[in-house]
């Protein structure tokens, strides 16, 4: 953890905001090798999509370590803070005693670095950590083909707004679970055992280490 830490405030109501343009051009500076990375990148995705009219494809490669944390293992625990606290034990600081219960822009920029910093540092070790326990497990190239691409376009669609068909939904429904069975039966023959598809862990294992597949 010695990484420096730096806060862009653009709208708290009691501190020196810097001009929304500065931000979004000191953002789209950054080289595009080095990877963006946030804990749930889609909540990001709308924060800079109204505040900055940015899409953050544009900035390079994107990392969210909440989902690296769900592929890794559906049923840990999802919260930043709980992370860190299990990965690290270290008890961070709540939302709600740095801020007394305000929203983030009724508190001062000074107190926002202070809880953004800490937050953001955590969360680039859990990168880490997540990155290679993902390449240990090979089910980085899964998490990067399959799962990461899906997040802007679930966060584009939170943010526009999608109409439904909820007929056709419904329908579609129907024929999906009744695919999703056929499936679950032949890739258990195959497996010679029945595997949870709804686990990325354990679709993972079957495809690159019982099968062997090429990555």
């Known amino acids: ?57 544009d900035l390079g490669e994107l990392q969210d370590t909440m989902l690296m944390s769900y592929v890794l293992d559906t049923t840990q625990a999802k919260g930043l803070k709980e992370l860190v606290r299990l990965k690290f034990d270290i008890l961070q600081d709540s939302y709600e005693a740095t801020t007394g219960g305000l929203k983030m ?29 993902l390449k240990d497990l090979g089910a ?16 584009e669609m939170s943010h526009r707004g999608a109409y439904v068909d909820q007929g056709l939904l419904h329908t579609r429904g129907i024929q999906a679970k009744k695919n999703m069975i056929e499936l679950e039966t032949e890739i258990a023959s195959i497996a010679g055992k029945r595997i949870n598809l709804h686990s990325p862990k354990q679709v993972s294992q079957l495809l690159y280490k019982d099968l062997k597949l090429p990555m």
Not at 3 to 10: A, D, L, Q, T, V
Not at 19 to 41: F, G, I, Q, W
Request: charged share 25%; with cysteine.
């Open 1 to 57: 953890m010695d990484g420096f830490c730096y806060y862009h405030s653009i709208d708290h109501l009691d501190s020196f905001n810097m001009p929304k343009e500065s931000v979004r051009d000191v953002l789209l500076a950054k080289p595009k090798t080095s990877p963006l990375a946030a804990h749930n990148m889609g909540f990001e995705w709308t924060i800079s999509k109204n505040c900055l009219d940015l899409d953050l494809r």
């Open 140 to 155: 980085y190239e899964y998490y990067m083909a399959v799962e990461m691409p899906i997040v802007p376009i679930i966060a």
């Open 105 to 133: 822009n009724e508190i001062t920029a000074r107190q926002a670095f202070r809880y953004g910093c800490d937050d953001s540092e955590f969360q680039w070790d859990l990168s880490e950590l997540f990155i290679k326990q």
